[in-house]
């Protein structure tokens, strides 16, 4: 054999040699890679996915929890006895002052339970109520007020006192007078017997 033939011979087994070296790096390489990928799956399938935890509870609104009941004299005329006197009832009032003032009297406005009379006249409105930094309290009814009247000095009298009376029992340190308005405007009187131009205390 001559030596260019020894030589070829000689290079072809180094080259096959190289290639198997490289298939077997690259079968092994193949292997590893598929083993760690099957472990990987496999403690994918062990760990426990962890769990949103609940909401939280939204915090109620203080503004939308009603406030608990709270006892209200109004004062009515018990038709026995013929006077004004006070009838207790349960209202959940409003916190803030003049709100609570309007809830008041719309519930004296409103309230005829058995056995009383109501010396407001039927129909009649609060259409606003304010108080002013003097402690005056305005009172604008509607025009019911005047025009359902019965008329007569006494059930003037007994109408005015049971609204003053309910109001200072209701806020004794808040209000220290009260001015009654008809539809927005200053009256002088209901129905031609109480001056009712200036603001009202309690009658003696």
């Known amino acids: 054999m001559s030596d260019t033939q020894e030589a070829v011979k000689h290079n072809s087994s ?6 198997l070296v490289i298939w077997g790096i690259t079968l092994v390489l193949v292997a590893v890679g598929l083993g760690a990928t099957l472990y990987l799956i496999e403690k ?7 769990t949103a935890p609940p909401p939280l509870p939204i915090a109620a609104n203080p503004s939308d929890i009603p406030p608990p009941p ?3 004299n109004l004062f009515l005329l018990n038709t026995t006895a013929l006077t004004l006197v006070p009838v207790k009832t349960e209202r959940r009032l409003h916190a803030e002052l003049t709100k609570r003032l309007s809830q008041i009297v719309t519930a004296l406005i ?10 407001i006249p039927r129909g009649t409105v609060l259409n606003e109520a304010y108080i002013d930094s003097q402690q005056t309290a305005y009172l604008d009814f509607s025009s019911h007020l005047t025009d359902g009247h019965i008329g007569g000095t ?4 007994l109408t005015i006192t049971a609204i003053l009376k309910t109001v200072f029992d209701a806020f004794p340190d808040e209000i220290e007078q009260v001015q009654i308005l008809v539809d927005g405007e ?7 017997h109480l001056n009712l131009s200036q603001p009202l205390h309690l009658f003696e």
Do not use: W
Not at 14 to 19: I, N
Not at 110 to 119: K, M
């Open 14 to 19: 180094a080259g096959f040699s190289r290639l």
């Open 44 to 50: 994918s399938k062990q760990s426990v996915v962890p």
């Open 70 to 72: 709270q006892e209200v």
């Open 110 to 119: 409103q309230e005829t339970p058995p056995n009383f009379r109501n010396t």
């Open 154 to 157: 006494t059930a003037e009298l």
């Open 186 to 192: 200053e009256v002088k009187t209901l129905v031609g």
